[in-house]
């Protein structure tokens, strides 16, 4: 009982209120209203066009909705000054579906830009001991003076990744963060995920991947056409008795998972193989 009322003392990470969003009078988002728990990880699910990609940039603050009202960390970015928008940037990390990385800088200058930015005060000798301590534990210790034109897509994703991660931001979104990358340093990947959990850090995940959903993740937010269907924990949705939830589970899960039981025992956490 005392855990439960502490966790309802804490004020979510990320709230979104009666947020809608349409593009040429075609909805993309109705109505979501939702909290995101501080310290905890949530993954986002649905079928593709479900609005999941956008619902993750207007939490994050990179998409306006149409209507509704965001607040993130404790801040509206509506109605902060430039200095709050700056801070809430220098505390948030997004790694993007595409990677979006500089293509006119090299995959060291990618990395070294949040750190040069946000954390003026490190001197070079810093920033490169940062990165190569993160390049070094994901795999990324290639030639980092290559464009991101001149790497793989798993390579630009890996470093995509490590961008969102270089100033240990207490809250971390990702679009799909193991789309392309090898198995090896998927590994490694959701190794780090699980390290910045435990550290208490908030994560909001786009993925399709059961590895990640069933290792890291604390809370299901299952979308469908734009509006919420189910959120719960992950015990909760794993077990959850709606046909349409346990429907649009399957056909996610199934994108990338080999497995012969019943594939929502993906997300069982007593049940996962990935566990």
């Not at 990640?212 to 719960?232: N, P």
Request: a negative charge; one cysteine or more.
């Amino acid at each position: 009982m005392d855990e439960m009322l502490s966790e309802q003392m804490i004020a979510p990470a990320c709230r979104l209120t009666s947020i809608s969003l349409a593009s040429e009078s075609t909805p993309i988002l109705e109505e979501i209203t939702v909290d995101f728990p501080a310290n905890a990880c949530t993954v986002v699910m649905g079928p593709s066009g479900s609005g999941k990609s956008t619902l993750l940039k207007i939490a994050a603050g990179l998409i306006v909705p149409d209507d509704g009202s965001i607040e993130i960390l404790g801040v509206d970015p509506a109605r902060a000054s430039d200095r709050e928008i700056e801070n809430l940037r220098a505390r948030n990390g997004f790694v993007f579906q595409d990677g979006a990385l500089w293509q006119n800088m090299s995959l060291y200058d990618n990395l070294a830009l949040p750190l040069q930015y946000h954390e003026p005060e490190r001197d070079a000798a810093a920033v490169r001991a940062r990165i190569a301590e993160l390049t070094r534990e994901l795999g990324a210790t290639r030639r980092l003076e290559l464009r991101p034109s001149q790497v793989s897509a798993g390579e630009r994703k890996i470093i995509s990744f490590i961008r969102a991660i270089v100033t240990d931001p207490e809250l971390l979104f990702m679009d799909e963060p193991t789309t392309s990358v090898d198995a090896e340093r998927n590994t490694l990947l959701i190794a780090r995920l699980r390290s910045i959990r435990e550290r208490g850090r908030t994560i909001i995940a786009v993925t399709h991947d059961a590895r990640i959903a069933s290792r890291i993740a604390d809370y299901i937010l299952v979308v469908k056409e734009g509006r919420v269907l189910r959120f719960g924990s992950l015990r909760e949705i794993s077990r959850c008795a709606d046909a349409e939830v346990e429907r649009i589970l399957t056909d996610v899960l199934s994108e990338t998972a080999t497995y012969d039981g019943d594939i929502l025992d993906l997300l069982d956490p007593d049940e996962s193989p990935f566990a």
